[in-house]
């Protein structure tokens, strides 16, 4: 059935009524960002939300506000200090954009949101169901959305037959989306979708049973819940090897600090052999002579990311005594204090390994 015709078949009225009657029983009211629903809050929210789990999101989001309270404390603060309350939720360019945005709506926007589409869209890091969210959310006006639960509900609700990424398709989704929009309680309309997407239409075995839209799905009707919507192709993901110095001492571990842009950008990591080698080339006295060090290796591990796996070997060299030395380009930190400094989520594994086996 062509978008045209799953419209003319849809009752759009009933469907809103069916979710909006749903949402308010069995919905999530209580959210933390959801009280007062401000733009600021809702803005770290969407943001937090995008490939992560709420459940996961809740306690990096209420130490995240209760570090920077408001729009202007975000934009005051550094760069790091905004990554180390991120440091395990991933992907760091939305950390990073989010402290950019910040100091562009201080700077060009006295501090407010715009309350256009367009302009919202222009922010670092805010695409257009990120704005279509606060634009609902905070603002309480019509946009549509299309983040990934909603996007399931909608292509299970049209039966659609190939994977939802795909160019045409992302344009009949945003098309029906869009159509969908009430007119009225359009903040409750965007909650509810997200919702029935989160707690309902899941991706594995769906609630269609208690599902308030189940007489509109074409998914159910067909029995094709299980097979739409169709997984995006399998791609083979390249592989890549890195090995890990973790030169650590009672206290502290010796890390570097990534270029803002690129892999793990702004982030402490241990470093690579080339550079622990210059690190032993210049302090080898201290190093070998006064405290002899422990070499171990600990087993590899595998981080995946979105287009690649990475490999990390990582090799522990530890040292019976703090040195009184700080090699060029990198610092201690202290390893028993990890939300001090942002890091990746494999490091944070392997410091705790470190420190139970010590
Ligand atoms: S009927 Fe099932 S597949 Fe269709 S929208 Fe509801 S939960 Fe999703």
């Not at 074409?218 to 592989?239: L, M, S």
């Not at 930190?333 to 990746?344: I, N």
């Amino acid at each position: 059935m062509l978008l045209h015709e799953h419209l003319k078949a849809l009752d759009v009225l009933t469907f809103h009524t069916q979710l909006l009657d749903w949402y308010t029983h069995s919905g999530r009211h209580t959210l933390p960002w959801q009280h007062p629903p401000l733009p600021y809050t809702t803005w770290i929210s969407e943001i937090m939300c995008q490939q992560t789990q709420v459940a996961t999101v809740i306690p990096y989001f209420n130490r995240f506000i209760q570090a920077f309270p408001t729009l202007e404390d975000l934009a005051a603060s550094s760069e790091a200090t905004v990554l180390s309350y991120w440091s395990g939720l991933g992907y760091y360019a939305r950390a990073r954009n989010l402290h950019r945005t910040a100091k562009i709506l201080l700077t060009q926007f006295n501090g407010h949101f715009p309350e256009d589409l367009e302009t919202l869209q222009t922010l670092p890091g805010i695409g257009r169901s990120t704005a279509g969210a606060i634009y609902t959310l905070a603002f309480n006006r019509p946009a549509p959305i299309l983040d990934g639960n909603v996007k399931r509900v909608l292509a299970r609700l049209i039966d659609l037959k190939s994977w939802p990424g795909l160019p045409e398709n992302l344009k009949t989704l945003w098309a029906l989306s869009e159509r969908l929009v009430p007119t009225q309680r359009v903040n409750e309309y965007t909650q509810a979708m997200m919702d029935l997407g989160a707690l309902i239409c899941t991706r594995k075995q769906p609630l269609c049973s208690v599902c308030p839209i189940q007489s509109h799905c074409q998914a159910y009707a067909q029995a094709h819940t299980q097979i739409c919507p169709v997984p995006r192709p399998k791609r083979i993901q390249p592989i890549r090897y890195n090995t890990w110095v973790l030169i650590i001492s009672p206290t502290h571990i010796l890390l570097k600090q990534n270029p803002s842009k690129g892999l793990w950008g702004g982030l402490w990591c241990p470093p690579s052999i080339e550079a622990a080698m210059d690190c032993f080339a210049q302090h080898h006295v201290h190093l070998f002579k006064k405290t002899p060090p422990t070499v171990s290796n600990l087993r590899i591990f595998k981080h995946t990311f979105t287009h690649f796996k990475l490999y990390i070997t990582p090799i522990v060299i530890d040292l019976s005594q703090h040195p009184d030395f700080t090699p060029n380009g990198l610092q201690w930190q202290p390893r028993h204090h990890l939300d001090h400094f942002a890091h990746p989520s494999p490091l944070a594994q392997l410091i705790q390994r470190i420190n139970r086996s010590i």
